[in-house]
């Protein structure tokens, strides 16, 4: 039972003190990632990893795995039914960028420089802070960007123009295999299958590798052995 308790409290010690250091570290961490935060990270989870091992005698120390998933686990219920500590863990988003101004008091308290923002502007195509209305830094570490409306790209609703809908296509058949169940779900038969096939001068099933059908009613196909004659190099 002594061997139990201690198995259990230590195991809540280390995942406790994992949450507060991560917290402490801040979201930065988490969306880019340099070698000094990589092996600080690594060495952090070697330390507490090692004292487990050490501190747990025999074979109790297995059950010291399942005590931190079960906690995860736990804390991942508790974070989805609770707001407060969603808050607590995770943070709340920040706002960065706000009608075209730099909060530098928000970069600083969260240990963010210009050039992290830069580079996460980067990522989404802004290559000029001008362009940016809103910013903002979410508890994953990822940023959101709201475009100025003068620097996004136009759309057909903006031009007034009708668009048909486009949908996500469905799985047809895939290395060879024909979903049944979609065929059905789309009023299809196999025998519309075999025409369409017949129609690209294919006879035998196997020979697809991959078959969608998209909203518009066309059939994409692409066969195993595709003889293309000549395939692009990254390196050309």
Known sequence: MDHLISVLWKSLLIFAMLIA????IGRKLLSQMSFFDYVIGITIGTISGAYVVQAIEGMWVLLSPLVLALSTVLFGYLNM??????????????VLI????????NLSRLRYHLDDLEMQLRSKDIFNMKDVEFAVLEPHGQISVLKKSQSQPLTPKDMGIETSYKGMATEIIKDGEIFEQNLKQNNLSFEWLYQELRKKNIEKVEDVFYAALNTDGTLYIDLKDDNMGYVQKTED
Do not use: F
């Not at 250091?21 to 402490?24: D, I, P, S, V």
């Not at 039914?81 to 920040?94: D, F, I, N, Q």
């Open 98 to 105: 706000q009608n075209g101004k730099i909060l530098d008091k």
């Open 81 to 94: 039914k609770s707001a407060h500590v969603r808050k607590l863990t995770e943070g709340e988003p920040v």
């Open 21 to 24: 250091l991560t917290r402490l």
